[in-house]
């Protein structure tokens, strides 16, 4: 299974980020991952944001649920993140991940006061 991340490296504050996830190898509907995305600020840890199953639920941590959305695309294979109102603390390395064997190569995303 291979994920590739992609989707704009700079956002300004308070918009909307987008990034796309796309999986080969495997279906995003039938194997039972759940289908997450991972970010690493600078300097800091690994965040869990949240994941979409391969029936299409989806389940976020407490830190981001009220500005985070995860959909998918069964036709592309693709799951997306949508992150709003944006600051400059979501300056971060993005990756999706199968957890824990798949992992994105991560994208760096760049926020802008």
């Known amino acids: 299974v291979q994920l590739v991340e992609s989707g704009p490296g700079l956002v300004k504050s308070s918009q909307t980020l987008s990034l796309t996830c796309t999986v080969s190898?495997?279906?995003?509907?039938?194997?039972?991952?759940?289908w997450s995305w991972i970010r690493q600020p600078p300097g800091k840890g690994l965040e869990w944001m949240g994941a979409i199953t391969y029936s299409g639920n989806t389940y976020y941590s407490p830190s981001f649920k009220s500005r985070t959305s995860i959909s998918r695309d069964t036709s592309k294979n693709q799951f997306t993140l949508q992150l709003s109102s944006v600051t400059p603390e979501d300056t971060a390395v993005y990756y999706c991940v199968a957890p824990w064997q798949y992992w994105g190569q991560g994208t760096q995303v760049t926020v802008s006061s």
């Open positions: 190898g495997g279906s995003i509907t039938t194997n039972s991952y759940y």
